[in-house]
């Protein structure tokens, strides 16, 4: 389509003195008959044009350019289509331009406010009526948990002024009766005010006095049998707080009532959202090349918008 769109401009046509540009049969055909082959030039090979013609530079690798690139971010439904209230003045979709001069990158924290506005436009359609739930690829940026979540994983041994992730405070935990457990002393403690009281107090507060005198964790977290009590770390990592702690997403998704999953490692081809981007992404290789931003926007809008909720369902 590239070479029919190319012949077809009329200053190439008088140029070429051709009466009409090729069919799309021709400009598939001829090529082919004439060894050439389509594709795009490959980055990583320079010559620097003086070298011997039986001698070629070894292939060099080349940072890859952040270009133009735009990444979309949406959710649809075999129900819904694409995400958008009824009106349609509410969508889910986001296009992001990632790259470090640009929108940065699309961080879980991203993702977890685009969750909230695909929310709305459901709820919109069936409001209080039907519970949501949300698929996503089992991508490690997924399985992200919140800043406050429970995680032995760094917590000193003793008080300590100690927060977890970002400077913010970790959320209490849940005590064998079902309490809720403080890690942290009141700030008019009188030894350890707004400390973090450490994982010995904390599991002695669960009644686990024999394991707060472990260690604080085995040589370099590598213990010999994870469910072993071996290590003041292990022990509190195998609490059924601990091991309940769900992902950022999950945990959002779910206070608002819906349902969250993740489709099997490596299998995201198992989610139907993939073959929508692939059906998008051929409409898109279909419309004329273009480096200008603005419509590539509008060009990837309109190619989404060519999968209807009929293709999703198939
Ligand atoms: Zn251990």
Redesign the pocket.
């Known amino acids: 389509m590239d070479i029919v769109r190319y012949l077809s401009q009329s200053e190439v046509k008088a140029h070429l003195k051709l009466e009409k540009a090729p069919s799309e049969g021709t400009a598939r055909k001829w090529p082919k008959r004439m060894e050439f082959r389509y594709g795009t030039g490959k980055n990583g090979m320079y010559i620097d044009g003086h070298e011997r013609e039986d001698i070629s530079e070894k292939p060099e690798p080349v940072q890859k350019g952040e270009g133009a690139s735009i990444m979309v971010s949406d959710f649809c439904s075999p129900d819904l289509g694409w995400l958008q209230s009824k009106n349609g003045e509410t969508e889910a979709r986001i296009l992001f331009k990632a790259g470090k001069s640009r929108d940065g990158y699309f961080s879980c924290e991203d993702l977890c406010q685009q969750i909230e506005l695909a929310i709305e436009p459901f709820e919109d359609h069936f409001p209080g009526t039907a519970i949501a739930a949300f698929g996503f690829d089992n991508a490690p940026g997924h399985q992200k948990w919140a800043d406050d979540a429970l995680s032995a994983r760094y917590m000193p041994k003793y008080p300590k002024k100690w927060t977890g992730k970002k400077g913010i405070r970790m959320r209490n935990g849940i005590l064998p009766n079902g309490q809720q457990q403080e890690f942290y002393y009141p700030d008019n403690h009188p030894e350890f005010g707004g400390c973090f009281k450490g994982m010995k107090k904390i599991l002695e507060e669960r009644g686990l006095t024999r394991e707060a005198n472990l260690n604080a ?2 040589d370099k ?1 590598k ?1 010999p049998d994870p469910n ?1 009590a ?2 003041c ?2 022990v509190l990592f195998n609490q059924p707080d601990f091991i309940a702690q769900k992902p950022a997403i999950v945990e959002l998704i779910e206070s608002h009532g819906h349902i969250a999953f993740f489709y099997p490692k490596f299998h995201c081809e198992l989610n139907f959202i993939e073959q929508c981007w692939g059906y998008a992404k051929f409409q898109y290789r279909m419309l004329p090349w273009t480096k200008k931003e603005a419509e590539m926007e509008k060009n990837i809008w309109e190619s989404l918008d060519k999968v209807d909720t009929e293709k999703m369902r198939r």
């Open positions: 964790e085995c977290f213990c072993a071996c290590c770390r292990q």
